[in-house]
């Protein structure tokens, strides 16, 4: 990736919508996000179903574990209204109805929240899209699963997820995430705000070849920080604010 940073709505826009909604992608549209982050699971049943926790009963009307639920008992739930009234009836969406809404240009970041086994269900609901590859970055905490996705999807890119700093005793070490990043064959880095990313990493980083991306950025003051190291892209919960924060 090249040119000015993106700003990207963190499972839409999701400080005013409930996340990971086609409400809250729609939202994040609106207010000009450049694209949106999204988290999957598979449900019992095998569908890729977009959502953040192993269970639903923070963002939904009842208690139920994506794993062991089928995407119909998923699909039936109130997903919208403990955000507030206006979003009751929002539905837990599936990944191909994520992709269905994408604007022509707009990208999504997949975050999977799974293992391997949703990689063939990806794939085909990759395939089966209108979105150009070049649209989707596809994102993991495990540089194992990152591994995986390069195997089985060449024509994709992967980012690996870190929040190295916070790590048990992991300390910050950018050249052990540089060695990370190559042993998975990833594309790039999404680094946690607060991870050490100064502009010599920055530019190890390019020199390798590598996107830089940074999750999540509510204020002013640190994005325009990563604006001024020319990071590829900002993940927000408030991509309108931010993009109106940005322009002043
Ligand atoms: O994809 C970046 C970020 O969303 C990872 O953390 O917990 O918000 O999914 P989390
Ligand atoms: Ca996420």
Redo the contacts with the bound molecule.
Sequence with gaps: MSGATLIVG??GSSQEAPENTLASFRLAFAEGADGI?T?FRLSKDGEIVCL?DERTARTADADLVVADSSFGALRRLDAGSWKGERWRGERIPSLAEVLGILPEGKRC?L?L?CGPEILPRLEESLLGSAVPAEKVRI?A?SAELISAVKERLPGYRACW?TDYRFRGSWQPNPRQVLETLRSCRADGL?SRERSVLDREFVTELRREGHEIHV??VDRARPARRLVELGVDSI?TNRPGWLRQALAR
């Design positions: 963190h499972r982050e988290d953040h970041f975050e929240k994102l905490f997820l999404a999750w999540t993940m």
